[in-house]
């Protein structure tokens, strides 16, 4: 065998190790489950959803030091097709979920003064899907791969509203999931015409 030969196929072999630790052969996990109810504390974003993660974000860091609430899991909503919408007129929101069980209006009130808006939202049929987001550069294949294998279904089972991306913790961290939800029922958060997207580009 010949040198170039060994190193063509032990480059062969790291890639697809490389890949493999990554989680591209990883498979997505889909059902139909129902999802709810929750509180979703969020802000609105108008504008490329490249830059909406900062959004996310400021409402992530104002609960961290906010301990009376505890996140159960950061989550976006995406309400357009960047292939049909200008860029700049891409609808998205994002923040965290929160247990149904608090008070609604009290929650509101403390969040309102960072400018983070509080709806509730009831249980809806969803079609889910579930990938292991805990290594470097998971995320991406996530995002970029594993999101279209569940739209394609989603479309297929007429689960139109909008889609949730919603992560269990930090992305890269051990135990932590990505999941993404669309949902059949056009209903709370689901439903774009909720919300006014008054400040547009808004970190």
Known sequence: MS???IITLA??????LFLNYIRVFEKLVISEVKFGPYLFAYKEFQGSYK???KTQLSVFELLQKNTKYESLGCSSNYFDNPKEVKEQDLRSVHGCLLDSALDLEETRKQFREHGIKVMEASQVNVVEGIFKCDRPLSVF???FTKLKQLIKVADAKDAKYGCMELYTGEPGKKGTLLKYYCSKDNVDIWDVNNFTFENKKTN
């Open 11 to 16: 480059l062969l072999a790291l890639l697809v």
């Open 3 to 5: 040198p170039i030969l």
């Open 51 to 53: 830059a909406a993660w």
């Open 141 to 143: 294949v996530g995002i």
